[in-house]
């Protein structure tokens, strides 16, 4: 059998306070971490956009289907003809 490798975070930094995981974990892995995390937001700022442009896109939509509804438009419309005159 092999023998276990101690691992690296095992040792506690020097004082009273207790191991963070910040100090168990070296530095390459924060990095890639931190990485990952801005790509997540990027992700969800772009899926976030994504959304508000299809909303906007659909309102649009129905906006010009109820301009070419003529029973919309006379319900909508002012009823002081005498201005077309």
């Known amino acids: 059998m092999a023998k276990k490798k101690q691992a690296a975070g095992s040792q506690r930094p020097s004082g009273d306070k207790p191991a963070t995981l910040k100090d168990l974990l070296s530095a390459d892995t924060i990095n890639q971490l931190k990485v990952q995390a801005e790509r997540l937001q990027e992700q969800a ?41």
Do not use: G, I, T, V
């Open 45 to 85: 700022e772009h899926k976030k956009q994504e959304a508000l442009k299809a909303a906007e896109e659909a309102r649009k939509a129905e906006q010009k289907r109820l301009e070419n509804d003529f029973e919309y438009l006379l319900n909508n419309s002012k009823m002081d003809w005498k201005s077309h005159k």
